[in-house]
Structure formats: structure tokens, C-alpha cells
């Protein structure tokens, strides 16, 4: 069983950064794609970024250039840089990682960013 712990979020201005944690128990992280998934009111989850485990990125348009997803294997941990913030990107943010077919989540962090 792999849980996912989250941490970060809150509320910024617009134009700030926030920085999201999430902690993998277990010992599958290392062989896991990981991925920061987000959720507005009323509107479906939506990818945001991931990372392989060789540590190739990708990132949904809405977001290049601003956010960044990076991993510490050694920690566990996979993290999502968030930069030049904007009231849109106001939502719920979950981990995922997905290994062997199996998806898990993270239990989700509100972020919160005012004009």
C-alpha cells in the first residue's frame, strides 16, 4: 500500500509562489511516475504536471513556464514550484502516483490565489 502525504498550499496574491510537498510511504516512489493534478469548483480534475522516473517533465499549457515539478528520490518526495500565480490557478491540488496499474492520491491541498 503507498500513501501520499501533501503539504503547502494556502493563500497567496497574485504574482506570488507557493511550493507543494508530497511524501510517498513505501518503498515504490523510486520505480513510480508522479504526477500534481488540480480541481476548481465545479470543474473536473485537471493535469497539471508530471515527472518520470528517468525525470522527464511535462506540463499542461496553462501552466509552462510558471510551475515546476521536480523529485528527491531519496526523499521520497515529489514537489510542484509555483510561480507568477494567478487568481485561475485557484483549486485543489493532488499527488498522484501511478505504478504497476494502480493509481494513488494524495489527500489534497487547498491553494488559494487573490487579485
Known amino acids: 500500500q503507498v500513501q501520499l502525504v501533501q503539504s503547502g498550499g494556502g493563500l497567496v496574491q497574485a504574482g506570488g509562489s507557493l511550493r507543494l510537498s508530497c511524501a510517498a510511504s513505501?518503498?515504490?516512489?523510486?520505480?513510480?511516475?508522479m504526477y500534481w493534478y488540480r480541481q476548481a469548483p465545479g470543474k473536473q480534475r485537471d493535469l497539471v504536471a508530471s515527472i518520470t522516473t528517468a525525470g522527464s517533465t511535462n506540463y499542461a499549457d496553462s501552466v509552462k513556464g510558471r510551475f515546476t515539478i521536480s523529485r528527491d528520490n531519496a526523499k521520497n518526495t515529489v514537489y510542484l514550484q509555483m510561480n507568477s500565480l494567478k487568481p485561475e490557478d485557484t483549486a485543489v491540488y493532488y499527488c498522484?502516483?501511478?505504478?504497476?496499474?494502480?493509481?494513488?492520491w494524495g489527500q489534497g491541498t487547498q491553494v488559494t490565489v487573490s487579485s
Open positions: 498522484s502516483a501511478y505504478y504497476l496499474g494502480n493509481n494513488y
Open positions: 513505501g518503498r515504490i516512489f523510486r520505480f513510480a511516475a
